[in-house]
C-alpha cells in the first residue's frame, strides 16, 4: 500500500514554461537587488566570495532535492521526503516531516509579511500620499486572488514575474559587462573599474573573517530555488521540471549572483554610502538615466513574484501537512479547480497580521518574525539534507532505475554541506548581528517541538508510520 501523498486532489495546471521561470526566478528576490550591499559593505569586493561560498551550498541541497524529487514526485516534496526518510517504529519520521512542514510554512508566510511591506514602501516612491498599510493589503489581495483563480494562474503570474527579474539581471549583466570591457560611450563613462576595485583597501579590505561573516548573510537570498520542487506536483511533466531545474542552478547561481555582484563591485567602491542601492547606484555609475524609476520597477517586481510564490509554496506545504493530521483536516479542501482555497486564505491572513504587526508592533511582535524566519529556513536546508543522506542509500537498495538525477560525490558533498550549513548556525552564534537571528530561530524550533509533543499526545502513532516504511516509489 503507497502513502496517502500519490492521491493528490491538486490539479496539474503547470506547463513546462512556467517551470522553467518558476526554476529561474525562484533564486532572484528582492534582496539580491536591495540587501546585497549589505554583504558589500561588510567584506567588501571580497563580498562576490561570500555569495560564491554561500552559492555553491545551494547548489548542493538542489541537486539533494532534486534527486529526491525526480525519484519520488510528491505533493510536499521535503515534507514527504524527511518523514520517508526517518520513518519506522522507532524512526522520528513524524517529527521530522512536522518540523519541516511548519518551519517552511512559517518562513514563507513571513516572508509573504515583509514583502507586503517592503512592496507598500516601493509603490510609495511613486504615490507618497497613500497608506502603506492600504498598499499592502491591496498587494496581498491581488496575489492572493491570482493563486485562488487556479494553479495555472500562479503560474502565469510568475511566469511574467520571473521574466521580467531574469531579463533585468540578463540586461544589467550585459550593459555592465560592456563597461567593464571599455566598450561603452566615452561621454557616459563616469566611473574607473580598476580603481573602484583595488583602490579602497584592495580586493579584501577587511581580511577574511568579513568574508565568511558575509557567506552567513547572504544565506537568506537564495531561499526560494527549491519552490520548483514544490510546483512540480502540479506539473505535467514534474520530472522532467525538476530535473531541469537542478542541472541548471549551478548557472542561475554563478550569472544572476555572483556574476551582478562582481559587475556592482566593479562599478561601485564598496565602501561608499551609495552601496545602500548597489544596483541603482551601479546603473546610475553607467550613466543609465531614470536609473533610480527603473531599479525601483524591477524591485517591485521581484516583490511582487516572492508574494506571489510565497503565497503559492505556504498554501501547499499545509495542504501537504494535512494529509498526514499535521495540520487541520479542514485546510485540505480544494475547489472544483483542484484550489486548496482555505490552504491559501490562512496564508494571507497569517501574512496581514504580521503586516499589521509591522506598524502596530514595529519593534517586538515583527521584528521576532523577521529575526527569526531566516535561521527557521536553514533548519528546513538541514533536514532535507539529512533526508537525502538516508533515502539514497534506500533508494539504491530498492528503486536505483528512479534515480534519474543523482547527487555527486555521495556521501561526502551531502555531509560536506551539512557540516557546511551547521557551520553557517555555528558561526551566527559569534556574528553580533546575528546572534538574535539565530537564537529566536532556535524558538520558533523550540514553540513547533512543544506543538508536535501535544499533537502526539492528542494522536497516538499509528500504522502510518510501518506503511511508510515499506513505500515503493513508483517508477513514472
Not at 560592456?178 to 584592495?202: D, F, N
Not at 539529512?386 to 530498492?398: F, I, P
Not at 509533543?453 to 516504511?469: C, G, T
Request: proline content about 5%.
Amino acid at each position: 500500500m503507497q502513502p496517502s501523498m500519490n492521491k493528490s486532489e491538486l490539479k496539474t495546471g503547470l506547463k513546462q514554461r512556467h517551470m522553467t521561470m518558476i526554476a529561474l526566478g525562484g533564486v532572484i528576490g528582492a534582496g539580491l537587488f536591495v540587501g546585497s550591499g549589505v554583504v558589500v559593505r561588510q567584506a567588501g569586493p571580497a563580498a562576490v566570495l561570500s555569495f560564491l561560498i554561500t552559492g555553491g551550498l545551494i547548489v548542493l541541497v538542489m541537486r539533494m532535492l532534486g534527486e529526491m524529487a525526480c525519484a519520488m514526485p510528491a505533493v510536499g516534496s521535503f515534507y514527504e521526503y524527511a518523514r520517508l526518510a526517518f520513518s519506522g517504529k522507532r524512526g522520528p519520521g513524524k517529527l521530522a516531516g512536522f518540523l519541516t512542514g511548519w518551519m517552511y510554512w512559517y518562513f514563507w508566510v513571513i516572508v509573504v509579511a515583509v514583502e507586503a511591506v517592503a512592496g507598500a514602501k516601493l509603490v510609495q516612491f511613486w504615490l507618497p500620499d497613500t497608506p502603506a498599510w492600504a498598499i499592502s493589503l491591496v498587494l496581498l489581495v491581488v496575489l492572493t486572488a491570482t493563486n485562488l483563480i487556479s494553479v495555472g494562474s500562479y503560474g502565469e503570474f510568475e511566469f511574467w514575474f520571473a521574466s521580467i527579474k531574469v531579463a533585468a539581471i540578463i540586461v544589467f549583466l550585459f550593459l555592465g559587462g560592456l563597461y567593464v570591457l571599455g566598450l561603452w560611450p566615452a561621454s557616459m563613462h563616469t566611473a574607473s573599474v580598476i580603481p573602484t576595485l583595488l583602490s579602497h583597501g584592495g580586493l579584501m579590505p577587511k581580511g577574511i573573517g568579513p568574508v565568511l561573516s558575509g557567506a552567513v548573510a547572504a544565506t537568506g537570498f537564495y531561499f526560494g530555488a527549491e519552490i520548483v520542487t514544490i510546483a512540480a506536483a502540479e506539473a505535467h511533466e514534474p520530472v522532467k521540471a525538476v530535473a531541469k531545474a537542478t542541472n541548471s542552478v549551478i548557472t542561475r547561481v554563478l550569472f544572476f549572483y555572483v556574476g551582478s555582484i562582481l559587475l556592482v563591485v566593479a562599478l561601485v567602491p564598496w565602501d561608499s554610502p551609495k552601496m545602500a542601492t548597489p544596483y541603482v547606484s551601479a546603473l546610475e555609475a553607467m550613466g543609465i538615466p531614470a536609473a533610480a524609476n527603473v531599479m525601483n520597477a524591477i524591485v517591485l517586481t521581484a516583490v511582487l513574484s516572492a508574494l506571489n510564490s510565497g503565497l503559492y509554496a505556504a498554501s501547499r506545504m499545509i495542504f501537504a501537512l494535512t494529509r498526514h493530521g499535521d495540520a487541520p483536516a479542514s485546510l485540505a479542501k480544494v475547489n472544483r479547480r483542484g484550489v486548496p482555497v482555505r490552504a491559501i486564505l490562512i496564508g494571507t491572513l497569517f501574512g496581514y497580521v504580521s503586516v499589521v504587526m509591522s506598524y502596530v508592533s514595529p519593534d517586538t511582535v515583527f521584528a521576532f518574525l523577521v529575526n527569526s524566519y531566516g535561521t527557521v529556513a536553514i533548519f528546513v536546508y538541514v533536514l532535507i539534507a539529512l533526508s537525502q543522506l538516508k533515502l539514497r542509500a534506500r533508494l539504491e537498495r530498492e528503486s536505483p532505475q528512479t534515480l534519474r538525477v543523482r547527487m555527486w560525490c555521495y556521501p561526502y558533498l551531502t555531509w560536506f554541506a551539512i557540516a557546511g550549513m551547521v557551520g553557517i548556525l555555528v558561526a551566527m552564534a559569534f556574528i553580533p548581528d546575528q546572534r538574535t537571528p539565530l537564537w529566536l530561530g532556535v524558538v520558533s524550533l523550540g514553540v513547533l517541538l512543544v506543538a508536535y509533543a501535544w499533537r502526539a499526545r492528542k494522536s497516538p502513532a499509528s500504522a502510518e508510520e510501518a506503511e511508510l516504511a515499506e513505500y515503493r516509489p513508483r517508477v513514472q
